[in-house]
């Protein structure tokens, strides 16, 4: 099947500890992007990738890193210095330099 | 001012009756409007794309586009209970880069039995 792999799909985190969430496409989808969604907001962008080996810091990039070494992956590290990691984590792909993005079922994230 | 704003409801409406979203936007270069559907706990799915002025029809769903006045709106007629989600509209300016695409803050919808 076609489509966006996030995992895990839940994960419980302890304060102090770096976690890393996987996103894989075998849409051929160039575009990949990194969302954080919280109770009752929008999405805010934290990480995206137009190629591979190249991303770019989004709106929330602090406390998180990324890699992009293949065009179907790309995973998103939540670090320690992440101050309010829990919350909703999506991967989107993009079809097309304009296109509209597709969503993974997403990742969510808890730290106790 | 939000770039993108909706109202967050909830809008409540019953079951076949037409159920009308809005959103605006601020920055006046956006060229490519999106409707997401999101049901709780669940990632957002793409309902509709438009990218000129006018109306687009797909099945029960239309969008609605007026870049001189700035908003994008949704109907969908003929309501289900099923339909009863969050309704995220996002913006893409023309500048095209991703990092472009802003979304709203929803607005939840509830289709009544």
């Known amino acids: 099947d076609g489509g966006i792999t996030q995992s895990p799909k839940y994960l419980f985190r302890k304060e102090g500890q770096n976690v890393t969430l996987s996103c894989e496409q075998n849409l051929n989808h160039d575009a990949m992007y990194w969302y954080r969604q919280d109770p009752g907001q929008g999405l805010r962008l934290i990480y995206y990738s137009q190629i591979v080996n190249d991303f770019q810091k989004g709106d929330i990039a602090e406390g998180y890193s990324v890699s992009r070494e293949k065009k179907e992956s790309f995973p998103l590290t939540v670090t320690s210095a992440q101050k309010n990691p829990t919350a909703f984590y999506l991967c989107?792909?993009?079809?097309?330099?304009?296109?509209?993005?597709?969503f993974g079922e997403g990742s969510r994230l808890t730290v106790l | 001012q939000k770039e993108v704003e909706q109202n967050s409801g909830p809008l409540s409406v019953p079951e076949g009756a037409i159920a009308s979203l809005n959103c605006t936007y601020s920055d006046r270069v956006s060229q490519s409007f999106f409707w997401y559907r999101q049901y709780s706990g669940k990632s957002p799915e793409l309902i509709m794309s438009?990218?000129?002025?006018g109306d687009k029809e797909d099945g029960r769903f239309t969008a609605q586009l007026n870049k001189a006045s700035q908003y994008v709106s949704l109907l969908i007629r003929d309501s289900q209970p099923s339909d009863s989600a969050t309704y995220l509209c996002a913006v893409r300016a023309v500048r095209g880069s991703a990092r472009q695409l802003t979304f709203g803050s929803g607005t939840q919808l509830t289709v009544l039995p």
């Open positions: 989107a792909t993009q079809r097309g330099p304009t296109g509209e993005l597709f």
């Open positions: 438009i990218y000129s002025n």
